[in-house]
């Protein structure tokens, strides 16, 4: 039993993107790992000290949190979450790499486009929002097979960003 009398053992005290303790505190004790190590030893299925942590989040979000006083002004996001990724370098998922998006609709809120996968998506000009995703050119195998899998057969490197 833990000093103290305590049937449980005590919680981490280093700072973690969900607070100032620990989020599992009967986890075993680790020294911190850097930012690096944990990716390196999440990704090869070894042990970490916490998981690691990446997530995006809109602007108008940020502005509102800085104007309620939860950040300073230019405070950095990924910093202030402690989080362990800046950015994924997102590689091009698109079934035709090149295609440039074709506007069908616009009104003063919302623009309707093609994309490179087929799908017709219409998204708000004057805020952040998922997409409302209008029809698909891929309804089935057979479109699939057809439009889908020759565009991402092989290797393109117009999907790799670096």
């Given at each position: 039993m833990p000093a103290g009398g305590d049937k449980h053992p005590p919680a981490h005290?280093?700072?973690?993107?969900?607070?100032?303790?620990?989020?599992?505190?009967?986890?075993?004790?680790?020294?911190p790992m850097s930012k690096?190590?944990?990716?390196?030893?999440?990704?090869?299925?070894?042990?970490v000290d916490r998981l690691p942590v990446h997530e995006?989040?809109?602007?108008?979000t940020v502005k509102?949190?800085?104007?309620?006083?939860?950040?300073?002004?230019?405070e950095d996001v990924t910093e202030h979450f402690d989080m362990d990724l800046r950015s994924g370098g997102w590689l091009n998922s698109m079934v035709d790499p090149g295609f440039q998006p074709v506007t069908i609709e616009e009104t003063e809120e919302t623009i309707l486009q093609l994309d490179g996968n087929g799908a017709k998506l219409?998204?708000?000009?004057?805020?952040?929002a998922t997409?409302?995703?209008v029809d698909?050119?891929?309804?089935?195998?057979?479109?699939?097979?057809e439009f889908a899998k020759p565009g991402l057969s092989g290797l393109d490197r117009r999907r790799i960003p670096f």
């Open positions: 005290p280093r700072r973690t993107h969900l607070g100032t303790r620990d989020a599992f505190p009967y986890s075993l004790p680790m020294q690096k190590e944990r990716w390196a030893n999440a990704l090869s299925r070894r042990p995006g989040f809109w602007a108008e509102k949190w800085t104007a309620e006083g939860h950040m300073r002004e230019g219409r998204r708000h000009k004057l805020h952040s997409p409302e995703h698909f050119r891929v309804k089935d195998r057979a479109s699939w097979e």
